[in-house]
């Protein structure tokens, strides 16, 4: 049984720290010395085995050491601030770790098996795992905080968000309310059984899916993988071309995935790029006066609608279009523009403020505007009559990330930056020995 050598994605995936086994006792002799905690030559070997089955890179015996002992550090934290995990929680966090390699628990815990890893030892490192994850979140989660303008900034292009690999996918969504995940599960099990070429999965989804790409059979054009959610992208990352992943949790719903394409993606190509811009126009007469005004007042292009209130609805029109698509005159002055910067043009008789509000890549280039009627006002999704899921415009990748998304990705960020601070403050202050 092969197990995937992702192991990077497995573990930040998961926040899961390497965790030495806990029975450091009786004949198994002191390899190394942690404060007042020991680690026995016998968990270094069962460390160095489960590095190497899971094609850690590196020099395995150092990192195996170095695992170790952040782990009897990681340990004593969660001790200090009383933190447990459950063995409900462990049996979970086992089975979330063994799905991240497409295996069941059993079928994970055979093949580390065959090459020398006890099942405590896994057990053990799943446990330490989950109470780290608690004690970043206890002592650092309400220290942490995302704001709008760190959000806007992530999804610009001009921070290179959407450069490097792309990926071309197929997507199906099955709606999974609380207490029907397991359900939903299984049925994206079902569909991934038979949806097994292009065609196939493109019916399951026109006929199945509540995303809005079912209106072209579940496609996805390119899209940068830097915009897939992370469990999408540690999915996505195990499969080649032609192939469905497992089900995938997403808010909401079950979602399947079939790769029709990967390819390297380089630097940003004016292509690949969407404008979000808006243009007021303004009388001739004052324009100047009009436009240093608006500059002084205005700090984003939200703030726009607030100077053209009471205004003729057409005064003021704000839209994103694929850079290509941009009209010739404010093409020309955009590309010198950084967000929320403005540029007077003359457009015949008329003056036009151009503001600049965005730019990303986060769209794929097929992407359907999700204004699909008609909508139900308390679902939020459109109504069908054929029998088919409700389109959900929540559920897709072509519209590129989510704020919400977006914010929680920043926010694990900072964490993790903060944890790794916090671990090397433990490390600094420990007294570490070889017998």
């Not at 080649?240 to 995938?248: A, L, Y």
Request: contains cysteine.
């Amino acid at each position: 049984m092969r197990l995937t050598s992702l192991f990077t994605a497995l573990l930040a995936g998961l926040g899961f720290a390497l965790a030495a086994p806990a029975f450091a006792q009786g004949a198994f002799s002191p390899a190394i010395q942690v404060n007042d905690a020991v680690v026995t030559s016998f968990e270094l070997d069962q460390r160095i085995k489960f590095l190497t089955l899971l094609q850690f890179p590196g020099d395995i015996v150092a990192e195996a050491e170095k695992g170790l002992i952040e782990d009897r550090l990681r340990m004593k934290a969660a001790k200090n601030m009383t933190i447990t995990v459950s063995a409900e929680q462990i049996n979970a966090g086992m089975a979330e770790f063994a799905g991240r390699a497409n295996l069941q628990t059993e079928q994970f815990l055979q093949a580390i098996g065959q090459g020398g890893v006890e099942p405590e030892s896994f057990r053990d490192f799943v446990e330490a795992g989950l109470a780290w994850r608690e004690v970043v979140r206890t002592r650092f989660g309400g220290r942490v905080s995302v704001s709008d303008a760190e959000i806007e900034r992530a999804l610009s292009a001009d921070s290179s968000r959407g450069a490097g690999p792309q990926v071309l996918l197929s997507e199906l969504y099955i709606p999974a309310r609380a207490g029907g995940v397991g359900k939903a599960t299984s049925e994206v099990r079902k569909i991934a059984e038979t949806a097994t070429s292009e065609a196939a999965f493109a019916e399951a989804a026109r006929t199945m899916s509540a995303g809005i790409s079912r209106l072209d059979g579940g496609r996805v054009d390119w899209i940068p993988a830097s915009n897939l959610p992370p469990q999408v992208a540690a999915a996505i990352s195990k499969l080649g071309q032609g192939q469905v992943s497992e089900p995938v949790p997403m808010p909401g719903a079950i979602a399947l995935f079939y790769v029709r394409g990967m390819r390297d993606g380089g630097d940003l190509a004016k292509a690949a790029i969407y404008v979000d811009y808006a243009e007021f126009t303004l009388p001739a007469a004052t324009a100047q006066a009009d436009a240093a005004r608006i500059r002084a007042q205005t700090d984003t292009c939200d703030d726009l609608y607030t100077q053209a209130s009471g205004l003729p609805a057409d005064q003021l029109r704000r839209q994103t279009l694929p850079r290509g698509q941009l009209p010739a005159d404010v093409g020309a002055v955009i590309d010198g523009l950084d967000a929320n910067e403005q540029q007077l043009i003359q457009r015949g008789a008329a003056t036009v403020l151009v503001m600049l509000c965005a730019r990303n890549a986060s769209l794929a280039a097929n992407a359907i505007e999700p204004a699909v009627p008609p909508v139900d006002p308390v679902t939020g999704t459109t109504a069908t009559l054929d029998g088919t899921p409700a389109i959900n415009d929540s559920f897709g990748l072509g519209q590129g990330p989510s704020k919400d998304q977006l914010r929680d990705e920043l926010t694990n960020r900072k964490l993790v930056q903060l944890a790794e601070a916090y671990l090397a403050e433990l490390k600094a202050e420990a007294i570490i020995r070889r017998p």
